[in-house]
């Protein structure tokens, strides 16, 4: 119609026609905005525990007016109940706003609340508490508001209540029992009584599901009490069927706070199933009943004086084998004393030809405090106060010359010249090394030909670098989980760390200060065992400067690089383990394993110097071993979780390494791998097997060797059929498995060569293994679990067992440091008994 009457009347109509349409344009706007303006207000006086039926449209709002008496010595909550009984009421809802004296409430009803993929769950029924402000004077009484209205023109039926809460108040261990759903949630006020500073808060529930969120707020309005908004402020941790939050008075002004209890609409965060999707992006889904009956119960919890008593005990226990090593020493040292006198002085010696042994250039008195425990004394002894006696001065001077073609150096020469290379830097340098190591019996003088200089400089590297690879690793980790727990502290977000929360005692800034102090064995029994190995190395080392034909000749070769490593590696354990307890997760879990590793390994080491120290791994080779080790476990951790993939490629890389290493040990040291193997391998399959069927060469050594490629090939297939979730726990099961079975030869051939184990390192052996029972009891009792969701590793909570301070897994700290203290202290004294024995008559297996 305008475009024909432009054609027809002209430019001037057609302005007019179109000034005319704006005009009517803007008459409507107008009545629309004065039809707005007369929408009805209604106001009414309300009343408390009253149902409310009625009807609202875009044309009317309705304003309910309520008062209440507020009292400074009693606390009432205030409940707001709606239900909406239209249909079809999601497309247009009903707003209902609460004005109050320092909040304002609003929400809307059908309540959407949204869950993982922004699926929309809509609640017809909504139930929310309103703030209380503080009240300055004894009674006054307060008002507030409840307006409703909506932009419905067809009008929407509903239904409001509002009730008085009587058991808003916790009060100290009593158990509340309520009822919370997503769109119904609850919360407390918890007010900390006189002589109480620290409070845990405990809520369980009898149901898994629905997953639920409990929150901890200060006192103050607004209340963050739906599903996407309660992470906005406090502490707050995601619970199915328990969840506990230790509370300090200091971080709460006014002395008290809300425990504030929310379900979540979906259990995914819980653990639990994920529901489908929807199938359109704004289809609303229907949530089911979700309604959960919980318990909540605040007990205050330990005193300052728990803390000095957990610590004094912590204290206690491990300065107690410090004593109990000081008085070994003494004990010891006299019984030496007077074994030295009755061989210098015996009842049928002359006083004369007790002088003349005195004055034998041979004999040098020794005081009774070079001896100590764990010391070698009976070759001390023998060396000095029975071999020098009989020797003669030409046997004086053989020693001397012996001594000469030993070292083959003068002892003024420096260290830093001496060099290890592929001639092995041996004595006899005319003889061939092959032929001595692949006799079929061997004894320790053979594999003990080097220079002693050379092998005491190569085995110190073992502790250099393992102190030098602690700063290294130790200095980034406590910077990381420095800052793990004060994100902790920050967010409030208690699903960060995987502590057992209901025995995790704060101190300061740390969350569970128990968990950290319980590592303290690690660190003080590793000082011990260097001390006492530093005790060993000084004596060894006296000797060698006497000349000392046994120290020289006899027994194992005392090389104590290996187990100042050790000692090192306790040590750094216990540092690292209290740094994965700060903040523990499953991101972090290789600080609590990498040193464990180190420490398996650096055994089975040690364990193997004891007859081949000659052709030992290096300190080198051997940690970049331990490193691929890590390598892996880091890996397994991030990509071994349901990976197929990765499983066959650890489980071939697993057997191979195996293989390899069974081979490095049958053949001693003289089987390479390059271009030839194949040939070789071919070779020796058709001579001995084939040709002649001659059985092996080394038949202790191939028992063992078949016994551990058993043992680890079922470690692998059990890995690649059960793929188990904790990685790096199954990595440490293969060291520790192949640690054991190796231990277990020694000792097995130890006995059967006729050699025997001494009292104190058989009182060693009993007293580790029964220790590390009673460890691994307590270490299987999971209290917590980084492989489950936060919600579901809180199932596994426990209370406190020892002092109302430590759980069960402090307990297994305590004891773990302490079997592993036995155990080197198993490694350092299991050959004692050959501190005489020429070392041609010890045998090598």
């Excluded at 307060?142 to 023109?153: K, P, R």
């Excluded at 301070?805 to 773990?816: E, P, Q, T």
Aim: proline share 3%.
């Amino acid at each position: 119609m305008v475009l024909r009457s432009c054609c027809k009347f002209g430019p001037v109509s057609v302005l007019f026609r179109l000034g005319y349409l704006a005009l009517l344009l803007l008459c409507v706007t107008h009545l629309r905005c004065a039809r707005a303006e007369t929408k009805t207000v209604v106001q009414k006086d309300a009343e408390f525990d009253v149902t409310y039926n009625d009807t609202v449209t875009s044309d009317n709002q309705t304003i309910y007016a309520f008062n209440h008496t507020v009292s400074r010595n009693k606390t009432e909550g205030v409940r707001v109940t709606v239900d909406v009984l239209s249909e079809g009421a999601e497309s247009s809802p009903i707003l209902f706003v609460v004005r109050q004296k320092q909040a304002v409430l609003s929400f809307q009803v059908p309540l959407i609340l949204r869950g993982l993929y922004q699926r929309k769950y809509p609640y017809a029924h909504v139930g929310r508490t309103l703030c209380q402000p503080p009240t300055r004077t004894l009674s006054e009484t307060q008002y507030f508001f409840v307006d409703v209205s909506t932009l419905s023109s067809l009008g929407t039926h509903y239904q409001l209540r509002i009730s008085r809460v009587d058991s808003f108040t916790l009060h100290t261990d009593k158990k509340f029992s309520f009822t919370a759903s997503p769109s119904q949630p609850q919360y407390f006020k918890y007010v900390f009584p006189d002589g109480v500073d620290t409070a845990i808060v405990k809520v369980n529930s009898e149901m898994t599901f629905p997953c639920s969120v409990m929150s901890i707020q200060d006192i103050q309005c607004p209340v963050y009490d739906l599903d996407n908004n309660v992470a906005f402020i406090g502490m707050y941790q995601t619970m199915t069927k328990t969840a506990a939050i230790t509370v300090q008075r200091k971080d709460f002004p006014s002395n008290s706070f809300y425990v504030v209890v929310v379900v979540k609409t979906e259990d995914e965060a819980c653990g639990g199933p994920l529901r489908f999707y929807p199938l359109r992006p704004d289809e609303l889904i229907d949530a089911g009943n979700r309604s959960k009956t919980l318990d909540v119960v605040v007990s205050p919890a330990i005193s300052s004086d728990v803390y000095v008593m957990g610590m004094l005990f912590c204290l206690g226990i491990f300065l107690s084998f410090y004593l109990l090593t000081f008085l070994v020493a003494c004990v010891e040292n006299k019984r030496m004393h007077r074994r030295r006198e009755g061989l210098l002085n015996p009842a049928d010696m002359s006083p004369a030809e007790t002088a003349s042994l005195l004055g034998k250039p041979g004999v040098t008195p020794v005081s009774p405090y070079e001896y100590g425990s764990f010391a070698d004394n009976a070759s001390t002894l023998s060396s000095e106060a029975i071999t020098d006696s009989i020797a003669s001065d030409a046997n004086y001077g053989y020693m001397e010359r012996s001594l000469e073609s030993v070292t083959g150096r003068s002892r003024q020469e420096s260290l830093s010249s001496i060099e290890e290379d592929d001639y092995d830097t041996l004595a006899d340098i005319d003889s061939d090394k092959n032929i001595v190591r692949t006799k079929k019996y061997l004894c320790v003088s053979d594999l003990a030909r080097k220079d002693k200089r050379v092998l005491s400089k190569k085995y110190q590297i073992y502790f250099w670098n393992i102190a030098t690879i602690g700063v290294f690793y130790a200095l980034p980790v406590i910077q990381l989980v420095i800052t793990y727990q004060t994100v902790v502290n920050v967010t409030g977000n208690q699903d960060i760390c995987y502590y057992n929360f209901l025995c995790a005692h704060p101190l300061g800034n740390l969350s569970a200060f128990n968990n950290i102090l319980s590592n303290l064995g690690y660190v003080m029994l590793g000082l011990l065992f260097l001390l006492i190995v530093l005790q060993r190395d000084i004596i060894h080392s006296r000797a060698l400067d006497r000349h000392d034909l046994n120290a020289l000749e006899c027994g194992i070769p005392k090389h104590f690089g290996l187990f100042y490593a050790m000692g090192t590696a306790l040590m750094m354990e216990g540092l690292l383990s209290a740094c994965y307890h700060v903040c523990p997760n499953y991101t972090n879990f290789q600080f609590d394993t990498s040193f464990m590793y180190m420490i398996a390994g650096l055994c089975v080491l040690k364990l193997y110097q004891k007859r081949h120290p000659d052709i030992n791994a290096s300190a080198y080779t051997a940690y970049a071993c331990l490193a691929a080790v890590i390598f892996f476990s880091v890996l397994g951790v991030v990509f071994g979780k349901g990976n197929m993939v990765f499983w066959i490629i650890f489980s071939v890389l697993h057997i191979l390494a195996t293989m390899l290493l069974s081979t490095q040990l049958y053949y001693m040291g003289r089987w390479r791998l390059d271009s030839g193997i194949l040939r070789r391998i071919v070779y020796v399959i058709y001579t001995d097997c084939i040709r002649q069927c001659s059985g092996p060469m080394y038949i202790d050594r191939m028992v063992l060797l078949v016994m551990g490629n058993i043992v680890n090939w079922s470690l692998a297939a059990y890995g690649l059929l059960k793929t188990p979730n904790d990685f790096a726990s199954y990595l440490l099961a293969i060291a520790i498995c192949n640690l054991l079975l190796y231990f277990a030869f020694y000792i097995i051939m130890k006995l059967r060569s006729g050699e025997r184990i001494q009292c104190m390192a058989m009182v060693c052996i009993l007293f580790t293994a029964v220790v590390w029972g009673f460890a691994l009891f307590f270490f299987f009792q999971g209290l917590s679990t980084w492989q489950k969701t936060p919600a579901e590793s809180q199932e596994h909570n426990r209370d406190c067992i020892v002092l109302s301070f430590f759980d069960d897994h402090d307990i297994w700290h305590f004891l773990s440091s302490i079997a592993m203290f036995g155990s080197f202290l198993v490694l350092l004294t299991m050959d004692d008994d050959l501190d005489d024995v020429q070392r041609d008559k010890i045998f090598v297996f």
